[in-house]
């Protein structure tokens, strides 16, 4: 088969993890008979500096007439200090999930025997941990309306949820509840926000027709509390933009791997699929960055593709890798770390 595959490599470590991600698509494509074309475009910092907004149209396009997009980072220094900076490349991010649709932001959460030691919780505590974070990624009081007071003294930020919107993403976390050890966590903040209580007013709703799973309620700085204290005990777990944000941040450092863990951004278009890490800026072009979320992040667009087989081979050739300690130096087990580029041939010529 012939895919079409949009790449934004975006800022920072982007563009060379991203290189390694489509070596190892190629491999892939040869070893099963299929061909991956890929486009690129800009998105972010890189996007502005070409063309003045952070993601033009052409990107979108793109995007809408791929099969599925494959996602570097976004983000730049010369930014994140300047709070009145008119354009920033977190809008362009923004703006592409909304766009296209993306209203779950899907992070799997699973550990890696040989980086328990890089956990910052004891080994007894995270070991065999194993859940997916969703996310709401298209609404609350990242979309809803924003702004100041004429005299400057005060700023608002809104939060708003639709039924509607409710529905779709907890319809979803519960198809990968069914998937999985059909356990659901609602995590909301039901005792103190009204959109919340909207939340929950429909999972209890919903929590009926889906009696094969068990559903339960946790408020979100418990939630915060749990998962660092019993991350085992989590299955699936949903929640609303914001509170997804942070918790999937927590989420993603308890297992000692950000360097490993890839994500999927699904919805009404094209998916998406990315990292959870950052720009990394301090790393760019020095050929050092860890490719292997971005690899797995491939092998979950293989997955969304229905190419099950393929994205094990992937799996399969990073697991190798991390046995021979075919890897960078954020997670080298002694001296002789070896380069992003050098990681990702590896792989790819494993696959
Ligand atoms: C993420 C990031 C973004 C977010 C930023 C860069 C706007 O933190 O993907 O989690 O807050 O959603
Ligand atoms: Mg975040």
Redesign the pocket.
Known sequence: MNYKIATLPGDGIGPEIIEQAKKTLVAVGNKFGHTFNFEGAYVGAIAIDKTGVPYPDKTHELCMNADAVLFGA??DPKYDNDPKAKVR??QG??KM?KELGLYA?IRPVTTFPSLLHKSPLRKDIVEGADFVVI?E?TGGI?FGDKGRSEDLTSAFDNCVYTTEEIERILKLAYSYAAKRNKRLTVVDKANVLATSRLWREIAQKMDKEYSNIETDYMFVDNAAMQLIQWPKKFDVMVTE?MFG?IL??EASVITGSLGLLPSASVGVHTSVFEP?H?SYPQAAGKDIANPIATVLSAAMLLESLNLLEEAKAIRKAVNMSLEANVVTEDISADEKAHKTTEVGDWIASNI
């Open positions: 976004i983000g490349p977190e991010l923004l999930r932001n996310r990624l990242y933009n944000d999937s941040d959870i950052g």
